[in-house]
């Protein structure tokens, strides 16, 4: 696993997309501090930049770092949730411009497998995560299923199995911060 981590750190430190095994589906990465990176995603999945991506952060800390308040809720949230949670945030900061929503919102989950941990920990940075299809396809379950475009479209591919038994996209919960709660994928 370290090697495969290294690998990733090289390509993101260079600008690069990585195709990688997360908590829930196999997704597509790279830095998200790098608004350059975050375009080339955008121009692989076929998406408008207008529909934010979802950002990977390695824990808690690294999350107050790239919000500018965290709704006490939000840690509740992450520490019940039975199934991997990505919230939307108001107002984020230190991240690619062209990752932020138009009503200034970026969508974040603190990693829980290992591989992302580890791997967003070394990089020291938030990391893009979507899936691994082109816009408006079905979601991968497995990496077999990842279409031949997307797999020639990124510049590297983590060599891991699927480890993951119940692979779906993360749950989605909106939280402003006046407090207002929002499913918005269960």
Not at 73 to 90: H, L
């Given at each position: 696993m370290?090697?495969?981590?290294?690998?990733?750190?090289k390509?993101l430190?260079?600008?690069?997309?990585?195709?990688?095994p997360t908590?829930?589906?196999?997704?597509?990465?790279?830095?998200?501090?790098?608004?350059?990176a975050?375009?080339?995603?955008?121009?692989?999945?076929?998406?408008?930049?207008?529909?934010?991506?979802?950002?990977?952060?390695?824990?808690?800390?690294?999350?107050?770092r790239?919000?500018?308040?965290?709704?006490?809720v939000?840690?509740?949230?992450?520490?019940?949730?039975?199934k991997?949670?990505?919230?939307?945030?108001?107002?984020?900061?230190?991240v690619?411009?062209?990752?932020?929503?138009?009503?200034?919102?970026l969508?974040i989950?603190?990693?829980?497998?290992?591989?992302?941990?580890?791997?967003?920990?070394?990089?020291?940075?938030?990391?893009?995560?979507?899936?691994?299809?082109?816009?408006?396809?079905?979601t991968?379950?497995?990496?077999?299923?990842?279409?031949?475009?997307?797999?020639?479209?990124?510049?590297?591919?983590?060599n891991?199995?699927?480890?993951?038994?119940d692979?779906?996209p993360?749950?989605?919960?909106?939280?402003?911060?006046d407090g207002?709660?929002?499913?918005?994928?269960?």
């Amino acid at each position: 696993m370290t090697e495969e981590i290294n690998n990733c750190i090289k390509e993101l430190k260079e600008g690069n997309l990585i195709l990688y095994p997360t908590d829930t589906v196999w997704g597509i990465g790279c830095d998200a501090t790098n608004p350059d990176a975050v375009k080339k995603v955008y121009a692989l999945k076929k998406r408008e930049d207008s529909k934010a991506l979802i950002c990977l952060v390695a824990h808690q800390a690294m999350l107050e770092r790239h919000v500018k308040m965290v709704p006490e809720v939000a840690y509740d949230i992450m520490d019940f949730a039975t199934k991997p949670t990505t919230i939307v945030f108001d107002e984020p900061v230190g991240v690619a411009q062209n990752l932020i929503a138009e009503d200034n919102t970026l969508a974040i989950r603190v990693a829980s497998d290992k591989f992302c941990q580890y791997l967003i920990n070394k990089f020291g940075k938030p990391i893009v995560s979507t899936s691994a299809n082109i816009s408006g396809e079905p979601t991968p379950k497995r990496f077999k299923d990842i279409g031949p475009e997307i797999l020639k479209g990124v510049d590297y591919v983590v060599n891991l199995p699927d480890v993951n038994k119940d692979p779906s996209p993360s749950s989605i919960i909106k939280l402003a911060n006046d407090g207002q709660v929002k499913v918005i994928r269960e």
